[in-house]
C-alpha cells in the first residue's frame, strides 16, 4: 500500500488549502476497517497527530486543529481529506496521512507527505 498525500502548498496566514491522500493499492475493506489520520512534523520537530476519523466518520482533533481543521474520507475512493482554514505559520510541517494509532503492523509505510507552507 501507497499512501499518497497531495494538495500542500505555500500560503500566506489566514488562507485554507485542502489536502488529499490516498491508499493506492489497499483493498476497500481494510482500510475502512482502519481509523485514518492526519499527522504532521514541523521542521526539527517530531511527527504528531493533528484528527483521525474513523470509517462513519466519527472525528477527533488535536487542540492546534479544532475549529480551523475538517478531516473528512472517502470510503470508496479510499482517501482521506483535510480542510484547513484559517492557516497560521505554526502549521508549517510536512503532512501524512495513516493509519491510526500509529503502532506496529497497523500502520502503512508513511510516504512522501505533503508540504504546507504558511508565511506571513
Known amino acids: ?22 491508499a ?3 483493498i476497500t475493506s481494510v482500510f475502512n476497517g482502519k481509523v485514518m489520520a492526519w499527522y504532521r512534523q514541523p521542521p526539527g520537530k517530531e511527527r504528531e497527530l493533528v484528527a483521525s476519523a474513523t470509517r462513519l466518520g466519527e472525528t477527533t482533533y488535536t487542540d492546534s486543529a479544532k475549529g480551523r481543521f475538517t478531516i ?18 505554526s502549521d508549517t510541517a510536512v503532512y501524512y496521512c495513516n ?10 509505510g508513511w510516504g512522501q507527505g505533503t508540504l504546507v507552507t504558511v508565511s506571513s
Open 1 to 22: 500500500v501507497q499512501l499518497q498525500a497531495s494538495g500542500g502548498g505555500r500560503v500566506e496566514t489566514g488562507q485554507s488549502l485542502r489536502l488529499s491522500c490516498v
Open 99 to 108: 493509519a491510526y494509532p500509529p503502532f506496529g503492523s497497523y500502520v502503512w
Open 72 to 89: 473528512s474520507r472517502d470510503n470508496a475512493r479510499k482517501t482521506v481529506y483535510l480542510q484547513m482554514n484559517n492557516l497560521k505559520e
Open 24 to 26: 493506492s493499492g489497499s
